[in-house]
């Protein structure tokens, strides 16, 4: 943990150790390791003559950002150096300093435990300071359970890297190294810090850092650390068994790279991606002819290429090992010729390639799980043999608007996903899938569904908006779907239903499966409420469809825009929600909006005290979902909303009369401004009920006929 008084950072890092052997050995190395680093290191030998040793040692430790501990065997025979260790714990705990332990001659185990020489130190100890022992012991154990080194991995009396003390360090948010750096470097002009906090480099630093690397290998580019050049690339890649690559497109001056140079290079890779805007590059800086296109390796797993140049891949390319292949954007008219041997295939994802005219044989993958071609919209049609493929679980032809049939007599087994959304020239479908889960026709011109639809019966998602279909095939699961859904039962758009579209019964269903969890709804107090941005679907039970009846057992209702609620009489209850009713009067308000629909809409919600008026509150609750038709009603029942409850339940602790006022309104593109539609209310009523009735109180509506209850 950190502390509000941490000591500023002097000290890049403290050493702590024993001996002179370490002083004259390992540590002589190391300290010309942190100058040539140019890292701030404070030893003991830094203390100017005449201080006192201890406090200057305690200074030095807090305004230290890492603690470098080296464990000797005689480290524990100096009782300074335990008291080092206890304060360098105690920093560690405080401040979150960082504790980097290197294990010199010793083991971890030595030193957490106290065995060997340390054992025989603290023996010696226990008669001088014996009421410190237990510190020390701690802090030991503690200190031996970080991250470290040890000198049986390490050659330490040859050779110190400071890389490799570095590569101990963790992303630590209370690592206040990062910062003194950054502010150490600012204050040298070789950075800048923006007010957000980015840093941008100095262009003589950066310039510094690739001169620093290419001394690394002047001669040979593929043995340095980093490459950035692309002709350092091209180089490396010519003189270098790649076994994997990720390669910009970008401008490369010395060099064309030809698609054929591309492939020779990459005989022995596993993993390629070649990625950039090739679109975007003018004619002259465009890198991959398409010229004499004729190897690939045999050794190819995952291969990723966006815009790719080409008509197709070539045909002596071995894909037998390859498990992954995506190639967006780019040219391809056709992905291979013939049938390959793609066995160990699991996804083919080649969407938004504009010029992909038709699929290939893909009999042999039989282990492909993902097909993508979204957005490939010159494709008419897809080879059948996508319909032999047992363990296919997604399908995506969304916005392959020359398709115009989908359909086959083979049952996909394990297709769980297909997206047929924007395949607007899609006027036949016949494709069925014991396992399917989401199936998604919007913006199709399908105008039926096949019979043998209904044999879905894991069928989750079903979308079939903006289509021309009047009618759906009995789907044997529906109540079963319906029971499950927690979320949401949507029609938006469906302007040939009315209520006798949907029996009473299923109504009532509706509500009650899709809100089982809120039987007895929580409450949490909320001060600000007004309109909640991020208003979810899951805290609200929303009922909505075209038609006038209003229903009749609502406690209070009104033609008006206002009703006065009096809980006087009302049974005591810790919490009580707040069911609303309204239907929308749309056939008026037709001069007022320039399209035949609406989205959006809000109802505002404002409470005053007593009947006359007096202190009011309100906030806004938007109306779901889709879109509503101007010249049509529609009944709104909001069974539940947590946030109305939270918001009228303070006013009925403060009040038990008061008058609720319902005003429509319809958000402008001017956010500080509403148009007032408040001639579409025809109607609102709205329950009080208690938290522990509410679940009966649910029951009681299925009670009776569509007649008795909706009027």
Not at 54 to 76: C, M, N
Not at 522 to 537: I, L, M, Q, S
Request: aromatic content about 10%.
């Amino acid at each position: 943990m950190s502390d509000n008084n941490n000591p500023q950072i002097k000290y890049d890092v403290f050493v702590s150790f024993r001996g002179k052997d370490i002083r004259d050995g390992f540590l002589s190395h190391l300290t010309r390791a942190f100058h040539t680093k140019q890292i701030n290191a404070f030893v003991d030998d830094k203390l100017e003559k005449g201080e006192e040793i201890w406090p200057s040692l305690v200074a030095a430790i807090e305004r230290s950002a890492i603690s470098l501990i080296i464990f000797s065997p005689d480290y524990a025979s100096s009782h300074w150096c335990l008291k080092e260790i206890a304060k360098i714990i105690e920093c560690q705990e405080k401040y979150g300093r960082t504790v980097i332990p290197v294990f010199y001659k010793v083991t971890p185990t030595d030193v957490r435990h106290q065995s060997g020489r340390y054992q025989k130190a603290f023996a010696e100890h226990a008669t001088k300071h014996e009421t410190e022992l237990q510190l020390w012991k701690r802090a030991l154990d503690k200190s031996a359970s970080f991250s470290g080194m040890e000198s049986t991995k390490y050659q330490l009396d040859k050779s110190v890297k400071v890389g490799d003390l570095k590569s101990l360090l963790k992303d630590n948010e209370n690592d206040n190294s990062v910062a003194f750096e950054l502010k150490r470097l600012e204050d040298k002009a070789l950075i800048t810090i923006s007010k957000d906090n980015i840093v941008c480099m100095h262009d003589s630093l950066q310039e510094m850092g690739w001169e620093i690397v290419r001394q690394e290998s002047i001669d040979d580019p593929g043995s340095r650390s980093r490459l950035w050049d692309p002709n350092d690339i091209y180089e490396a890649l010519l003189s270098k068994a790649i076994r994997s690559i990720q390669l910009p497109l970008t401008p490369i001056k010395k060099q064309k790279l030809s698609a054929h140079q591309i492939f020779a290079m990459l005989r022995r890779a596993k993993f390629v991606e070649i990625f950039g805007t090739r679109a975007n590059l003018p004619t002259s800086e465009r890198r991959f002819r398409a010229d004499g296109v004729k190897f690939m390796g045999t050794e190819l797993r995952f291969l990723f290429w966006e815009n790719y140049p080409l008509r197709s891949l070539p045909e002596s390319l071995n894909a037998e090992k390859l498990v992954i292949l995506i190639m967006n954007e780019g040219k391809l008219e056709n992905l291979w010729d013939g049938v390959k041997n793609v066995v160990n295939l699991k996804k083919l994802d080649l969407s938004w390639s504009r010029m992909l005219k038709e699929l290939p044989d893909l009999s042999r993958a039989k282990n492909l799980e993902e097909l993508n071609v979204r957005g490939c919209v010159m494709l008419a049609c897809v080879h059948s043999s996508i319909f032999s493929l047992r363990k296919l679980e997604r399908l995506d032809l969304a916005n392959c608007t020359s398709l115009t049939v989908l359909a086959s007599n083979s049952h996909l087994l394990s297709l769980r996903y297909l997206n047929l959304i924007c395949c607007d020239n899609l006027k036949k479908f016949s494709v069925i899938s014991e396992n399917l889960k989401e199936l998604n026709f919007g913006g199709t011109k399908l105008k039926a569904l096949p019979s043998s639809f209904g044999d879905q019966p894991k069928l989750e998602s079903l979308c079939i908006s903006e289509t021309g279909i009047e009618r759906l095939p009995s789907l044997n699961n529906l109540g079963q779907l319906l029971k499950e859904n927690k979320k949401l039962v949507l029609f938006s758009d469906s302007v040939m239903l009315d209520e006798r579209a949907i029996g009473f019964n299923a109504k009532i269903n509706i509500m009650k499966f899709a809100n089982q969890h809120l039987s007895a709804p929580n409450h949490n107090p909320v001060k600000n409420y007004g309109y909640r941005d991020a208003y979810t679907r899951s805290d609200r039970c929303v009922y909505m469809y075209p038609g006038n009846s209003f229903p009749e057992w609502l406690e209070y209702s009104t033609g008006k825009d206002c009703i006065t609620i009096d809980l006087s009489s009302a049974p005591p209850s810790p919490e009580l929600g707040f069911i609303f009713s309204f239907i929308l009067d749309m056939s008026s308000i037709t001069t007022n909006l320039q399209y035949p629909m609406i989205n959006n809409l809000q109802c505002r919600i404002t409470t005053f005290d007593g009947e006359d008026g007096g202190k009011s509150d309100s906030f806004r609750m938007p109306i779901p979902y889709g879109n509503l038709y101007v010249g049509s009603n529609y009944v709104c029942m909001i069974i539940y909303d947590q946030t109305c409850s939270e918001f009228l339940n303070t006013r009925a602790k403060n009040q038990t009369k008061f008058k609720i006022q319902v005003t429509m309104v319809h958000p402008s593109k001017n956010p500080h401004t509403t148009i007032l539609i408040q001639q579409m209310l025809k109607r609102f009523g709205v329950s009080p009920i208690s938290t522990s009735a509410y679940e009966a109180f649910i029951g009681q509506i299925e009670l009776g006929d569509s007649k008795s209850e909706f009027h």
